[in-house]
Nanobody, 129 residues
């Protein structure tokens, strides 16, 4: 599967952005998905994950209550709604797909996506103070 992230940009602190990740190929709903980010000069970190059906989600503590992950399997697209953005949210944001079980993805995704099967290219989010 090929993944294409979009929706990044420059926003003031407190603002909102919605990222999209469009997937090509078949059986999108069979992939668990996730969002990751890499701040300038830092390592990649987990942001949020969602199961293939969309019924299960998991968030990093740093974004819990501010970000919402969702997916529309009919449109082969995953989303990340980001509200109350902070300067420390500034990063390249990447989407990822996993073919394994949700139980495993739930554990491995927070480890910087150690068992990711597919990565998309990044979209830059810059939050000004």
């Amino acid at each position: 599967v090929q993944l294409q992230a979009s929706g990044g940009g420059l926003v003031q602190a407190g603002g909102s952005l919605r990222l999209s990740c469009a997937a090509s190929g078949r059986a999108f709903s069979s992939y668990h998905m996730g969002w990751f980010r890499q701040p300038p000069g830092k390592e990649r970190e987990f942001v949020a994950a969602i199961s293939g059906s969309g019924s299960n989600t998991y968030y990093a503590d740093s974004v819990k209550g501010r970000f919402t992950i969702a997916r529309d399997n009919a449109k082969n697209t995953m989303y990340l709604q980001m509200n109350s953005l902070k300067p420390e949210d500034t990063a390249g944001y990447y989407c990822a797909a996993n073919r394994g079980s949700w139980g495993t993805w739930r554990i491995t995704a927070p480890r910087a996506g150690s068992q990711t099967d597919y990565w998309g290219q990044g979209t830059q989010v810059t939050v000004s103070s």
